[in-house]
């Protein structure tokens, strides 16, 4: 059973920066995508960054240049690092992955199969 942690959410002032973990564990396909979406309240869930098992990466255009995602795979964590938040960016964060050995590098939300329990970042102006 594939599980996934997130952790490294808080609060933090505009302009400040955080770093999100996602520890995933019981996947056994040597492919993966996981990804981050943010949903904050009233809104629809985003995809604000994934990557592949090659290390290809995929953002929307909104997040480029401030989000930046990467993965430990000796410690099979993938991280998100946020840069320059705004108040805009306050949500609560979710990773997820897709089920199945061929995965796409999407950031639309019914690809992806697992979800963790979430991480809220909240930026105050």
């Known amino acids: 059973q594939v599980q996934l942690v997130e952790s490294g959410g808080g609060s933090v002032q505009a302009g400040g920066s955080l770093r999100l973990s996602c520890a995933a564990s019981?996947?056994?396909?040597?492919?993966?995508?996981i990804a981050w979406f943010r949903q904050a309240p009233g809104k629809e869930r985003e995809g604000v960054a994934a990557i592949d098992s090659y290390g290809n990466r995929r953002y929307p255009d909104s997040m480029k240049g401030r989000f930046t995602i990467s993965q430990d795979n000796a410690k099979n964590t993938v991280y998100l690092q946020m840069n320059s938040l705004k108040p805009e960016d306050t949500a609560m964060y979710y990773c997820a992955a897709q089920a199945g050995g061929r995965p796409s590098l999407s950031l639309w939300s019914g690809l992806y199969s697992y979800w963790g329990q979430g991480t809220q970042v909240t930026v105050s102006s």
């Open positions: 019981g996947y056994t396909y040597s492919r993966y995508c």
